[in-house]
């Protein structure tokens, strides 16, 4: 059974973002036993047997900033987050922070390339305290940063750490097309179209699931028969 919603839903931006980084997901996945919701875990997460595989934020730019940067609210209530869930005994083997920048492109600060460049637990441990010494006072003294570097919570805060990533998608119905062509037999002329017919089934299904005061789920076995 999958858990109850935990999340509050987004605006309709955030919910298209978060449905089209769903449909990365569906294709990507492999196994029956594969489900991937949205505001359930995580504005996305995919959950393998049951198991939280994948936590998801997904941030969109809209043109006031970066939300990839060393000083981002955004990404410092995200890691911020993710500690507290660690924190309150949920799980997760990943944690991504993918940024939808189809208005324009942004590049990560060093923090984000700190994180995601750091395997092991030593390398987590000095990302760590780089990471600090990049913040701004404003920043370090902020709620979000100031909870994630309390020493009480030091060994969740590696934990995202060491199993951080990073996406950015620039231009995403392009990338979703690579996707498709990549792991299911489409002929490159119909590839567009089988994309955006997938877009237009996630989201419905999606929507359709919130609708019904239901968990935002798609399982893999569903998707493939789509």
């Known amino acids: 059974m999958m858990p109850g919603s935990t999340e509050v839903p987004g605006t309709a931006n955030g919910f298209y973002s978060q449905s089209d980084q769903a449909l990365f997901e569906l294709i990507r996945l492999n196994g029956p036993s594969c489900f991937v919701s949205v505001e359930v875990d995580d504005d996305v997460s995919v959950r393998r047997d049951d198991v939280i595989d994948r936590m998801i934020?997904?941030?969109?730019?809209?043109?006031r900033g970066n939300p990839a940067s060393d000083n981002s609210p955004d990404l410092w209530k995200t890691l911020s987050n993710w500690v507290d869930k660690l924190c309150s005994g949920v799980d997760s083997n990943a944690f991504v922070y993918s940024v939808n920048c189809a208005i324009k492109d942004i590049r990560p600060g060093k923090v984000v390339g700190l994180f995601k460049d750091a395997d092991s637990g030593s390398e987590a441990a000095?990302?760590?305290?780089?990471?600090?010494?990049?913040?701004?006072?404003?920043?370090?003294?902020?709620?979000?940063?100031?909870?994630?570097?309390?020493?009480?919570?030091?060994?969740?805060?590696?934990?995202?750490?060491?199993?951080?990533?990073?996406?950015?998608?620039?231009?995403?119905?392009?990338?979703?097309?690579?996707?498709?062509?990549?792991?299911?037999d489409v002929s490159p002329k119909d590839a567009d179209a089988v994309v955006e017919e997938l877009r237009g089934w996630v989201f419905a299904s999606l929507k359709e699931k919130m609708g019904l005061a239901n968990d935002a789920t798609i399982s893999s076995v569903e998707f493939k028969q789509e």
């Open 57 to 63: 934020q997904v941030k969109a730019v809209t043109g």
């Open 126 to 184: 000095a990302a760590y305290e780089k990471a600090f010494e990049l913040l701004t006072p404003k920043t370090k003294n902020g709620g979000h940063a100031s909870n994630f570097f309390l020493q009480k919570h030091k060994a969740e805060a590696l934990k995202v750490i060491q199993c951080f990533s990073f996406e950015s998608h620039r231009y995403v119905g392009e990338e979703l097309r690579d996707l498709i062509l990549t792991h299911r």
